[in-house]
Every structure is written in C-alpha cells, then in structure tokens.
C-alpha cells in the first residue's frame, strides 16, 4: 500500500543535541512538506520541496534544516538553534501541477526535549 | 486574525447526535480540506473541495465559495468520531506553493 511513513513515533532527546526526523514515501509524489504542531495552534510550514535538490523555507524554518536527495525521502533535522524543539511533527507530500491536489500525512513523531 | 477560523473549539455530543463543525477563510483558495486527527496525532484526509458538497458514509462536507464558509456534518455521530477535525485551505496567493493555510482544529467528543 502507498504512504508515509515517519519514524519514530517518539523521540527525546537532551537540550543541545540535533536530532533527525525521518520521512519516507512511495506515492511517487513531487512535493513533499514539514509542519510542526503546537498545542492549540494550526499546523505551521517549517520547509517544503517540490523536487529532488531543491526545498524551500516556509513560515518557521529557523532552527530547522532538511534535505532531499531521494524523491523518496525528506528528513528533516531540529538543530541546537531551534529554541522550542518539543512539539509534534508532521510530514505530507502531494503532487505538484495539478491544482487540486490531495495531501498525505504521515503518523506523525513526537520529539521531547530535555 | 487567523486566515482560517473553525468553530467551536470543542465539542461534546451524545451518540446518535447531529454534529456541524464550521469553517470560514479570508483568502481566495483553489481547494478546502477537511481532516481529522485521531489521539495518536497521525492525520486523514477525509475530503478535499472547490465547490458544492461531498458526501462520504454519514460525513457530509459542504463548502459557499462566495461566503467563504465550509461545514462538515457527522449524521448519527460515534463514539468513534471522537477526534481532532481540522479545516485547511489551499490559497491561490503568495506563500510556499501548494501550501495548506490551517485551521486550529475542533475537538470532538462523542459520549456513549
């Protein structure tokens, strides 16, 4: 079955430490995205790419960085730099050029920070 | 003021209840999502829409471009409804391309 899967579903980490998040799909889509959850927030763009080699800031990229050297794959780093790393992540990929498009989630991971 | 606006927040209902969660947004969009959340955090899509109503078992999505206001309606709710619904919009302007403007969510709660 197609999907995204991200690992692991908890993560903790101490303060100071990098930590990576990992993001696999097999849709075969182009754009895939990370968002972070807060509680009582909407779900905020931290990078997104829409092709191999190529990604984008979104609206709360410091402290974050990401890669895409596989269609498949888009992990996704919280550095030192990241003031308020604990929070819930999450990962969607959809395809791009078409309009209306339907976005995939993944389950999600969880990172604590202490 | 949030792009994306649900209401209410949070929402109790008795099972077999009629339940209408309500999204508004201020920008033009070329698509609305209705997702829901369940406790372990992972997220499904239930339903993507420009225009019109959409209906899947008993959960109906509507959306009024002009008024720009969808509704997500659970006929005969279950306890198993219980989750996280969240509305999310594509917009046609600025921003990452592609990317979906959020809503904060409506819990709900279905008691047996």
């Known amino acids: 079955d197609g999907g995204i899967t991200q690992s692991p579903k908890y993560l903790f980490r101490k303060e100071g430490q990098n930590v990576t998040l990992s993001c696999e799909q097999n849709l075969n889509h182009d754009a895939m995205y990370w968002y972070r959850q807060d509680p009582g927030q909407g779900l905020r763009l931290i990078y997104y790419?829409?092709?191999?080699?190529?990604?984008q800031k979104g609206d709360i990229a410091e402290g974050y960085s990401v890669s895409r050297e596989k269609k498949e794959s888009f992990p996704l780093t919280v550095t030192s730099a990241q003031k308020n790393p604990t929070a819930f992540y999450l990962c969607?990929?959809?395809?791009?050029?078409?309009?209306?498009?339907?976005?995939?989630f993944g389950q999600g991971t969880r990172l604590t920070v202490v | 003021k949030n792009e994306v606006e649900q209401s209410p927040q949070n929402l109790t209902a008795q099972e077999g209840e009629f339940i209408t969660i309500n999204c508004s947004y201020s920008v033009g969009i070329s698509a609305l999502h209705w997702l829901q959340q369940h406790p372990g955090g992972g997220i499904v899509s239930l339903f993507m829409?420009?225009?019109g109503k959409k209906k899947h078992g008993r959960l109906i999505a509507t959306i009024n471009i002009q008024e720009k206001h969808s509704s997500l309606h659970i006929t005969a709710s279950h306890p198993r409804d219980s989750a996280v619904y969240i509305c999310a919009v594509r917009s046609y302007y600025g921003g990452s391309q592609g990317n979906l403007i959020f809503g904060k969510g409506t819990k709900l709660s279905v008691k047996p």
């Open positions: 790419s829409q092709i191999v080699n190529d990604f």
């Open positions: 969607a990929s959809s395809t791009t050029g078409v309009p209306n498009t339907e976005a995939f």
């Open positions: 829409l420009s225009s």
